[in-house]
């Protein structure tokens, strides 16, 4: 059924270890495979990347709740502010990796490039956290979004059954990881269609919005600076939160290995994608105030559904089911990238080796994508989903901020390495200490959860030490681990 993914550099006919040297086997994925081996195909074009990155930037976050920005910064003019200097911000970041996705062509995303700037230990102690608690906790929340919102049109007149939404996530979790282990190409394609359903969305609000502006609706933009002041610990949070609503910008370099003529088409669909998201982000916030004021926006549980509910009348009953769509194709996306990351680690030597091999006709890494659907299940009935990924949000910023930084190092250890995408030295810079900044602040302001995320992420140097250092494991370790 599965057959070993072929890797280029073999050592004593087993496959690579990552502890030997603590960098990846080539940095040209480029490589004609050998005969007989099986790997991930090339078969994710431009089209198909913008919609992996914009599939999975926009969640349920534009729909639901984009008050933590309005509520940090304390006018509307300041929340327009900071959604469009995010979207900069971010767009530098996904700058960064896309250089490091044009000179570095592996999968694996953060994993790939921290292995290849900083060794083996920092890379581990990444996916070491993304496997157990990161990425279970994320798919799970927005999973639970999603079956919050499909219920929703059956549900109009009460409260939906808590058992009722975590049964329904349960059966979504499961449709995204059957789709995701059957076929690369229809889990791209239903990408695809999700990310068109996802701007038609955004586009139900933007053009009614569009429409109030021209009839004279803008009494909610006079003195759009005037109201309560933003404290000093409030507009960095606003900060914050709106990098967190950006993020996902990171996904098409985990699956590099998978994209056709990489040189040209992640740059390409890294800046088409952020432009797209950062201009669609910041015009519906501009509807959401033709209609609804500051206050009411605050005290609104779902901000496009009152919107619609509005302007719309009846209409107003598809924003649910276009808000479980979009997060649909967060899940899916999400799980089809970090899978990648997975596989890129087990053949590293850094995950047990069953989690690099690929179906012998489907082609899919079909180990890395199961792997995730138990814990997701766990986390889903048994976690407290929400302080876990407060716990551990940092992290996230804390590794992206290496990454960005390692992109600078790169630079000085190894300036003759091909870069076919260069980005001036100030936007690694200048990117890189916004996410140490935001790692800094998160441990001033929030010391006791921060403390506990970081307490968690400290385990995978132990464990690093136990499953890849230690060479005399017993017998009956080693045949666990799959070596």
């Known amino acids: 059924m599965f057959r070993k993914a072929a890797v280029p550099t073999v050592s004593n006919g087993s496959y690579l270890q990552g502890q030997a040297n603590g960098k990846l086997s080539s940095l040209d994925s480029g490589q004609p495979a050998q005969e007989g081996k099986v790997v991930l195909k090339k078969k994710v074009t431009l089209l198909r990347g913008i919609s992996i990155i914009i599939g999975t930037i926009i969640g349920a976050g534009i729909f639901i709740s984009p008050k933590g920005i309005l509520k940090n910064t304390g006018s509307v003019g300041m929340s327009l502010t900071v959604w469009t200097v995010c979207g900069i911000l971010s767009l530098f970041g996904a700058l960064c990796y896309a250089e490091l996705g044009t000179c570095i062509k592996k999968s694996g995303g953060h994993y790939t490039y921290i292995l290849e700037a900083f060794g083996p230990l920092p890379a581990f102690v990444r996916v070491w956290v993304e496997l157990l608690i990161i990425r279970p906790a994320a798919t799970a929340v927005i999973s639970l979004a999603f079956g919050r919102y499909i219920l929703e049109p059956f549900f109009m007149q009460c409260e939906i059954p808590e058992l009722a939404i975590k049964l329904i996530t349960a059966v979504g979790i499961t449709l995204v990881m059957v789709l995701n282990s059957t076929s690369v190409s229809w889990s791209a394609r239903i990408q695809m269609f999700l990310t068109f359903c996802k701007l038609v969305a955004i586009l139900i609000i933007i053009v009614p919005g569009v429409i ?267 045949k666990l681990l799959g070596k």
């Open 212 to 478: 109030q502006l021209i009839k004279g609706e803008t009494q909610h933009f006079k003195n759009a600076f005037a109201g309560n002041d933003a404290s000093v610990m409030g507009l960095p949070l606003a900060f914050y939160s709106g990098m967190y609503a950006y993020s996902g910008w990171f996904y098409l370099n985990f699956v590099t290995e998978e994209v056709e003529n990489p040189e040209k088409n992640i740059p390409l669909a890294i800046c088409i994608s952020m432009i797209i998201v950062t201009v669609g982000y910041v015009l519906t916030n501009v509807a959401y105030f033709t209609t609804i004021s500051a206050g009411e926006l605050l005290l609104s549980k779902a901000v496009a559904v009152t919107f619609a509910e509005r302007l719309m009348g009846n209409f107003s009953l598809a924003v649910p089911v276009f808000v479980a769509l979009s997060c649909f194709g967060s899940m899916n996306g999400g799980v089809f990238a970090v899978s990648r990351m997975f596989f890129v680690a087990s053949r590293e030597g850094h995950l047990p080796e069953i989690l690099s091999m690929i179906h012998v006709r489907k082609h899919t890494p079909l180990p890395a994508v199961i792997v995730l659907h138990p814990l997701t299940m766990i986390m889903l009935f048994n976690g407290d989903l929400y302080s876990l990924l407060n716990f551990l949000s940092f992290a996230r910023w804390l590794f992206i901020g290496l990454v960005v930084a390692g992109l600078i190092y790169l630079r000085y250890k190894r300036p003759d390495m091909p870069r076919p995408f260069k980005v001036p030295l100030f936007i690694p810079a200048l990117f890189s200490f916004t996410c140490l900044f935001m790692v800094a602040l998160s441990l001033y302001s929030d010391p006791v959860n921060t403390g506990i995320g970081f307490a968690i992420t400290l385990t995978g140097i132990p464990a690093y030490y136990l499953f890849i250092v230690w060479d005399n494991k017993p017998k009956w370790f080693r």
